[in-house]
């Protein structure tokens, strides 16, 4: 609901409404639809220094979800639990946490639930082990559902509304038949507020094997002959563990630069000249001179 009332208009604003923070790029997991081991930004994780900065100006701003990660394992880094607990303190609300759920231990999940925060979105593909551990490689499937129905009791157990959880699969040739058992599954151990969701699959441009079951909407929008901006352009922002920044969480090799936080506050940047410059490039019909942009399946008109 959050995202549809955001992409309903073209207004960047002077910050990000979805903003995107690296804590790393580090993680246990080797999964194929990833494109982290192709990109050529090299590993590591963002400093404290860093990390405290960017969260001192989002508490500054009006904006609506922050997501302290990107292409990498956020509980590997070892200042995360600190770092969920610094949003909470400066009041950066609300706050969505991705994870594969392999680190969800007592120390992780109590982090999630004294930091307060409002989303827990769980990459869970499907219910058959072998399928699962074939995706999720590196992961253990029977510890990784344990993982997640320990998040569910624990946040029982303390009385608590949050985290929401989203249990989330991608819909790849290998996993649609398990759509129906996914819900079965875990259905009911959902309260008010979490939800059960289903995402299409990327290619990244072609970058890994194409495993998808539908034509994902921006292909179907530009096979229509819809050529204008994306609003991701105006709606989201990305800032890599190294400071880097980008306008699309989906730039994964960070293509599309528009400043360094480590030199810049993300206000700079986001209303800065080589942000404006993209955003022109798409408003003058001319999308396709920005590589990452040409023939993205995330195109959203």
């Known amino acids: 609901m959050i995202m549809e009332e955001a992409f309903k208009n073209m207004e960047a604003g002077r910050f ?34 860093l990390f405290t900065k960017i969260a001192d100006e989002a508490a500054n701003h009006e904006y ?14 070892p200042k995360f639990c600190d770092m969920l607990a610094y949003l909470h303190e400066k009041n950066v609300h609300p706050i969505m946490v991705i994870s594969n759920a392999t680190l969800l231990n007592e120390k992780n999940v109590t982090a999630l639930i004294d930091g307060r925060v409002d989303l827990l979105n769980i990459s869970l593909d ?92 921006g292909i179907k929008a530009i096979e229509a002959g819809h050529k204008g901006p994306c609003r991701m352009l105006y709606k989201t922002g990305q800032v ?27 206000e700079e940047i986001w209303t800065g000249e080589r942000a404006e410059h993209f955003r022109h490039l798409h408003e003058t019909g001319r999308i396709d001179e920005i590589p990452i942009c040409r023939g993205c399946q995330e195109y959203t008109p």
Request: proline letters at 5%; aromatic letters at 12%; hydrophobic letters at 30%.
């Open 64 to 77: 609506r979800i922050m997501m302290p990660q990107g292409f990498g394992e956020s509980f590997i880094h």
């Open 126 to 217: 499907g219910t058959d082990k072998e399928v699962y551990e074939a995706i999720r490689k590196n992961a253990k499937y029977e510890r990784v559902v344990e993982n997640v129905k320990f998040v569910f009791e624990e946040r029982g157990r303390r009385g608590g509304e949050l985290p929401r959880i989203i249990l989330r699969m991608i819909k790849m040739d290998d996993t649609e038949t398990d759509v129906i058992a996914f819900k079965e599954m875990w259905e009911p151990w959902l309260k008010p507020g979490d939800e059960i969701a289903f995402s299409q699959y990327q290619t990244w441009n072609g970058t890994v094997e194409d495993k998808r079951t539908d034509t994902p909407e």
């Open 240 to 266: 890599y563990f190294d400071g880097r920044m980008t306008p699309c969480c989906y730039d994964y090799n960070c293509t599309m630069e528009i400043g360094n936080a480590n030199d810049h506050s993300i």
């Open 16 to 49: 990000p409404f979805s903003f995107g923070v690296e804590a790393t790029n580090y993680c246990n997991l080797r999964c194929p639809m990833c494109p982290r081991e192709v990109a050529e930004r090299g590993y590591g994780n963002m400093s404290w220094d």
